[in-house]
């Protein structure tokens, strides 16, 4: 074999042959299975989205009615994990909490048997029904706050918002999460999908692997730029300032962070979908000044860069709906977690069915055949 060329990033390198979802970066589409999101966010629900990522197929109304009450059976802590998220110090940052207690969840959870679909499904159903809780549930505990148990009745958004806060939440919050969690329910192989299937080539469980990726997400460069697009917001000030805030920034070489993709080169499809999300929820709400800054930054930067193909992605807006539902900044990186679980699960299964260690080469550019300099 030739010698190899290194490609930094893997950037363009296929991983894996995949039929979960689909991206057109110059065009801007994004589809799960073949339909699309904008389709998928109006019409349909977070559970009935990650059935279709898991499986291949929209669920019917059977399927759909138990697989929902499969996921509000699945989805009590047992107690031992409970305990270890309450003994976790207040400090941690939530997403270091949730790779810790996916971890965790599968130290108490029946062993996974690989060998076996059925343990396989339950496992990946049973982390996509408690991701959710595992979060509300550190959100309590570093808050000072008793833990609330989840209900099995609710939907994965309402029982979330139930989980946080022990109240009944109103059916717009509900909603506009719900929408949310379909619009990260999934995205190709971005680094965290393809962390979770390097773990899952080692045989792993799905508890292991998406513990995983949820390390790989948290990262600035990936799912962590959400709530770095608000402080950044925070910063800038007013809307007379942006122009001057981003040639400060530019001339400092530093990146604005929810603006640019790997793989889009046009205005990431769900950064449309959330913005589209954010006004309803301000004309319900009232609006925010971010709103007005974030506009205009859009304007300013994409003058700028828009000709290289840097246009606002998913992080953008999604920092402002989650702030208007209340949620803590730093929460926003693990929503989008609990809802790429279903991701990664569908990712995890589809690398066992034809499963191959993840074993790259690398490019040796070091010394070799030293002489140790006691000899
Ligand atoms: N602001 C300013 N310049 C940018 C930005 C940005 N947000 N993104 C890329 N560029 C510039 C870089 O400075 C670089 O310029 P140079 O060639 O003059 O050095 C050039 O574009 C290429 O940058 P890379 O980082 O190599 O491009 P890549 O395609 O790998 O970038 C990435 C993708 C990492 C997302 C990048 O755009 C970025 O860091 N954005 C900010 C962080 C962010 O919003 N991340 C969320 C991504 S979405 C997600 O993961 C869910």
Same mark, same amino acid.
């Given at each position: 074999m030739s010698n190899p060329e290194l490609v930094p990033g893997l950037a363009g390198i296929p991983a894996a042959e995949s &039929?979960?979802? @689909?991206?057109? !970066?110059?065009?801007?589409?994004?589809? $799960?299975?073949? $339909?699309?999101? #904008?389709?998928? &966010? *109006?019409? &349909?629900?977070? #559970?009935?989205? *990650?059935?279709?990522?898991? $499986? !291949? #197929?929209?669920?019917? *109304?059977? #399927?759909? &009615?138990? @697989?929902e009450a499969d996921l509000g059976r699945l989805r009590e802590l047992p107690e031992a994990l409970v305990k270890m998220i309450q003994a976790m110090p207040a400090t941690a940052h939530p997403m270091q909490a949730l790779q810790a207690s996916l971890a965790g969840l599968g130290m108490v959870s029946p062993k996974t048997n690989l060998r076996d679909a059925a343990s396989k499904d339950e496992a990946c159903r049973r982390v996509i029904a408690c991701t959710p809780v595992l979060v509300a549930a550190f959100e309590r505990v570093r808050a000072g706050k008793d833990y609330v148990a989840p209900?099995?009745?609710?939907?994965?958004?309402?029982? @979330?918002?139930?989980?946080?806060?022990?109240?009944?939440?109103?059916?717009?919050?509900?909603?506009?999460?719900?929408?949310a969690l379909i619009l990260h329910a999934e995205h190709t192989m971005n680094a965290s999908t393809f962390a979770c299937r390097v773990v899952a080539s080692t045989e792993n469980d799905p508890y292991t692997s998406c513990s995983g990726a949820v390390g790989a997400l948290f990262g600035p460069l990936h799912g962590g730029a959400n709530e770095r697009v608000l402080k950044q917001l925070a910063t800038i000030g007013s809307v007379d300032e942006v122009e001057a805030w981003y040639d400060a920034k530019s001339a400092n070489k530093q990146k604005v962070m929810g603006f640019g993709h790997r793989v889009y080169k046009t205005k990431d499809p769900r950064a449309n979908n959330l913005q589209t999300l954010a006004t309803e929820l301000f004309q319900t709400l009232g609006s925010t000044p971010k709103y007005d800054l974030a506009l205009k930054l859009e304007e300013v930067v994409t003058a700028r860069l828009g000709d290289r193909g840097i246009y606002p992605n998913v992080d953008f807006f999604s920092g402002l709906v989650y702030e208007k539902l209340g949620l803590d900044t730093d929460v926003f990186t693990p929503i989008f977690a609990m809802a790429r679980v279903a991701g990664y699960c569908a990712h995890y299964l589809e690398q066992h069915l034809d499963n191959k260690l993840f074993r790259p080469g690398q490019i040796y550019a070091g010394q070799r055949d030293r002489a140790l300099p006691r000899s």
């Open positions: &039929s979960i979802s @689909f991206i057109d !970066g110059q065009a801007g589409v994004l589809e $799960y299975r073949g $339909y699309k999101i #904008e389709d998928l &966010s *109006a019409n &349909s629900t977070y #559970e009935e989205v *990650a059935w279709l990522l898991l $499986y !291949g #197929e929209l669920p019917t *109304a059977d #399927e759909l &009615s138990a @697989f209900k099995a009745e609710l939907s994965t958004a309402a029982n @979330f918002l139930w989980c946080l806060d022990g109240e009944s939440p109103d059916d717009v919050a509900v909603r506009t999460l719900d929408c």
